[in-house]
């Protein structure tokens, strides 16, 4: 059987398996694996699914609180409760604000009374269900997911306006969340930003956002590509320096350096010895920052494969390695290989970000201008390269 045909099968298998109604609760998985991007297939956001998720686990608690499944062949309460209290803590992560969230659900369980979500059909098809999970996520979860700060500030400005005509003194705690501002009686108040202030993570809080965008990946396709790889693309800004020692190297041994002796010679020898050890050592300490930056787990070069794993100390680097190991060569032993599979891969994640660009785009569809702009990796300069840093994004 060919390939393709075996992959239709599959496929065909899969769908025809999805298509069969079932009822009852059908959930084999642990609350421990339930994770921020999990979603169904007929769903576009996660937190679409897991807001039904924590829907259904809630309700199914509710009905082991009451007692009204004592003779059922489901999970027990201790179940349901871990799996309810996940999804919770998952919202809060795919909305975030983990303090508040249970403020806008609050808010989206109170939209759920409006008429647009009296589903009046019986629910006994998958496609009625689907139909109906659509629905909330697309009137739901779609309305107010990109306005979760304002309807929580909106919601708590609310709870406060009616106790607050309960009593006649202002409480504190809502003026230090910035719900009402009182100049006469907390004059500094307006130079605090008190809920605001700092966020730890800017980065991770980006991509949280952006996940919960609907339809992000049409929306900004390029941004949620280099967001979701981000951490792997930022290897692409330390190529540069490794070049540039590497050919250094090249030049200053000029093929004269037997491979026997570089086998034997550590990097510190050269950093200590001959006239021009301060520009190779200068040269080197680039290297090095930039060598223990990388956080790739693997290299390709060709048809081998090699680990990239940090097993010497940075301080020690240079006296217990080989300067065998940065010198390259037409040798595919395994002294010289790390070190061309590094350049090869950096400089094909450097051709994925353009391929994408282009591609994505349409600016350039016969390939030619790509062609025009190409530069061999030994030859590259700084300006030549994608550089994208999390760290200075985040400043």
Not at 57 to 84: C, G, M, Q, V
Request: hydrophobic share 35%; charged share 25%.
């Amino acid at each position: 059987m060919p390939i393709e045909t075996g992959f239709q099968f599959i496929a065909d298998y899969i769908k025809k398996y999805d298509e069969k109604d079932r009822f009852g609760y059908h959930n084999i998985t642990n609350a421990e694996e339930s994770n921020v991007g999990e979603k169904s297939e007929h769903r576009n956001r996660p937190i679409s699914f897991r807001f039904m998720h924590m829907l259904t686990h809630a309700t199914l608690l509710i009905l082991h609180e009451l007692e009204l499944l004592t003779k059922s062949t489901l999970p027990n309460r201790d179940y349901f409760r871990s799996h309810f209290e996940k999804d919770y803590v998952l919202i809060g992560q795919q909305c975030g604000d983990i303090e508040n969230c249970h403020v806008w659900l609050f808010r989206l369980i109170n939209h759920m009374l409006d008429e647009t979500f009296l589903f009046k059909r019986i629910l006994n098809k998958n496609q009625k269900v689907i139909e109906l999970e659509k629905l909330i996520e697309e009137r739901l979860i779609f309305t107010h997911v990109n306005s979760v700060p304002t309807e929580i500030n909106e919601y708590k400005r609310s709870f406060a306006e009616y106790t607050q005509k309960q009593s006649e003194s202002s409480r504190l705690e809502y003026f230090v969340d910035e719900l009402f501002e009182n100049e006469p009686k907390y004059p500094l108040l307006k130079f605090f930003n008190l809920t605001n202030i700092y966020v730890t993570n800017p980065i991770e809080k980006f991509r949280t956002k952006l996940q919960a965008i609907p339809y992000s990946e049409k929306l900004y396709p390029i941004t949620t590509f280099l967001i979701n790889r981000l951490e792997t693309y930022e290897n692409i800004q330390y190529l540069y320096p490794i070049v540039t020692f590497t050919n250094y190297l090249i030049h200053k041994f000029n093929h004269r350096l037997k491979r026997n002796d570089a086998a034997v010679t550590t990097i510190e020898y050269y950093l200590t010895n001959g006239p021009d050890c301060e520009t190779t050592l200068e040269l080197y300490e680039s290297f090095l920052e930039a060598w223990y930056e990388l956080n790739l787990k693997e290299v390709r070069f060709e048809c081998q494969t090699a680990k990239l794993e940090h097993v010497q100390e940075k301080e020690n680097f240079d006296k217990n390695t080989m300067i065998a190991v940065v010198l390259l060569s037409a040798s595919n032993d395994a002294t010289s290989i790390l070190l061309a599979a590094c350049l090869k891969t950096i400089g094909k994640l450097q051709n994925e970000v353009v391929n994408y660009f282009h591609n994505t785009l349409g600016t350039d569809l016969s390939g030619r201008r790509r062609q025009e702009h190409i530069v061999p990796v030994q030859s590259i300069r700084s300006e030549h390269l994608f550089e994208i840093n999390a760290e200075e994004i985040s400043q």
